[in-house]
């Protein structure tokens, strides 16, 4: 029978709530503090919770992952008093299933209860279990909800939009959702818009006739063309020219294009996958990029995680990456120290998995012929960093007071969570400054979606 746990200190509501689940066929089960739900989330088999977000011990959008997390995965629902539509954004882009105000009637609420645990027990029977991960690394649940997506993308010919910030991955995902289709068979290619001249972008994509341009001594066949009956895979897509965004949106249209210089038209079959890291939307609100070919390109979406928002991935990648490293060049395997996996995971890697890489090469080679590797091996800049993040407790910075007079040492992580605000409140001031309190202008020179920025505003106290 699917199970549902409510999370509210509202017991009136919670009662209300399990009678509601009850009458639709389902168990229910209550928790009135986020603690005592995580701990009956982990412990049970939940096909649904119910989250409330204002809970007397935090928050339940930052304890959203918490519940995701649980071994049954469980759909999670959003219940909430304060009507704050960048929060239901935030709470939806984070994973929820749907994002209900207070006080929910009967038919706002049993609907979403109903679909969320049709989702998760069909879910449930179509996991990838026989998915070529073509690469992809990690277990952790945010891993294995993008692995789902390339599971679903597999499956249709829809156009796939791929973000994430760089090193994590995409053109991995790319090529794992096109070696799990029906196109495995035909050719994957790969188009790379940051790294072609803009003057050359068009020819590149669209191929060119001989003489068409000074330079072209010889026919040249296009990306488009040879991506027939395969993969097409356009990388950082934000970088595409607009005047390109136009021939390439017909392309999508009707398959047909028209080579520079050439006469007749030609016609290719291809699957479309893009991938970037920017904000697609704040560039089309703000002029540079088209909004016809947004809506064209991503019909589904897969958001790649943080290397930081999966740190139970660390370690086996960390592993990984270390024995390859030294099959290719035929050195005895090193152990990895638990020093070493410590220092791995408190790092925040800015750059991901590729800085990841980079970390375990420097490693292997400053090992020499040490058969461990330890903390000490690390590259000099990620030491830096970690030496910096560990120094306030001790050697506090001039004008900040962490030792209370006659009191004893404030906790490491409270100071640790002192600095990131004072960092994060005088950035958000100058990056509001730099830009004239212009949001799309704002995310697109942070990175940061406008969920994200505008949830940054309101902590702060910004506007």
Request: aromatic share 6%; net charge neutral; hydrophobic share 40%.
């Amino acid at each position: 029978m699917p199970r549902v746990l409510i999370v509210d200190d509202d017991p009136m509501l919670c009662e209300a709530l399990a009678l509601a689940v009850q009458q639709m066929g389902f168990e229910a089960d209550t928790a009135g503090t986020l603690k005592d739900g995580l701990r009956k989330a982990r412990a049970g088999d939940f096909d649904a919770v119910v989250l409330d977000v204002r809970m007397p011990d935090g928050s339940g959008l930052d304890s959203l992952p918490g519940f995701q997390e649980c071994p049954s995965g469980p759909e999670v629902i959003i219940l909430t008093g304060a009507g704050d539509p960048d929060g239901a954004e935030l709470a939806i882009r984070s994973g929820a299933w749907s994002y209900i105000a207070k006080p929910p009637t009967l038919s706002s609420i049993r609907l979403p209860i109903q679909r969320a645990v049709e989702h998760h027990r069909g879910r449930q029977k179509v996991l990838p279990l026989g998915l070529k991960r073509s690469g992809i690394i990690g277990d952790s649940r945010a891993m294995h909800a993008c692995l789902d997506l390339v599971a679903q993308a597999a499956a249709t010919e829809a156009s796939v939009l791929i973000t994430g910030e760089t090193g994590t991955g995409k053109e991995l995902f790319a090529r794992a959702i096109h070696d799990n289709s029906a196109r495995a068979g035909g050719p994957f290619v790969v188009v790379d818009c940051a790294a072609l001249p803009e003057k050359l972008v068009e020819s590149e994509l669209f191929g060119y006739e001989r003489g068409a341009f000074t330079g072209a001594d010889r026919r040249f066949e296009g990306m488009v063309h040879q991506a027939h009956r395969g993969t097409l895979f356009l990388d950082e897509i934000g970088e595409l020219p607009m005047a390109v965004q136009k021939a390439f949106l017909r392309v999508l249209q009707d398959g047909r294009y028209r080579p520079v210089g050439g006469l007749k038209e030609l016609q290719s079959d291809f699957r479309l996958l893009v991938a970037t890291n920017r904000d697609l939307e704040a560039l089309a609100e703000a002029g540079a990029f088209r909004q016809d070919l947004l809506f064209r390109i991503r019909t589904m979406t897969i958001d790649l995680p943080r290397l930081k928002e999966r740190n139970s991935d660390i370690a086996r990648l960390c592993r990984h990456f270390a024995a390859r490293q030294c099959r290719q060049q035929g050195l005895p395997a090193k152990r990895v120290s638990p020093e070493y996996l410590d220092a791995l995971e408190a790092y925040g890697w800015p750059g991901n998995v590729r800085e990841l890489i980079h970390a375990v090469e420097h490693s292997l080679a400053a090992a020499m012929n040490d058969p461990v590797l330890v903390a000490a091996h690390l590259p000099t800049n990620i030491r830096v960093s970690l030496a910096r993040n560990a120094l306030p407790a001790q050697m506090p910075p001039r004008g900040r007071n962490v030792t209370p007079a006659g009191g004893p040492l404030q906790p490491l992580r409270q100071v640790r969570l002192q600095a990131v605000a004072e960092v994060e409140s005088r950035y958000l001031r100058e990056l509001l400054a730099a830009c004239g309190g212009d949001i799309p202008k704002a995310c697109a020179m942070s990175g940061l979606s406008r969920a994200r920025l505008y949830a940054l505003l309101k902590a702060y106290g910004l506007s």
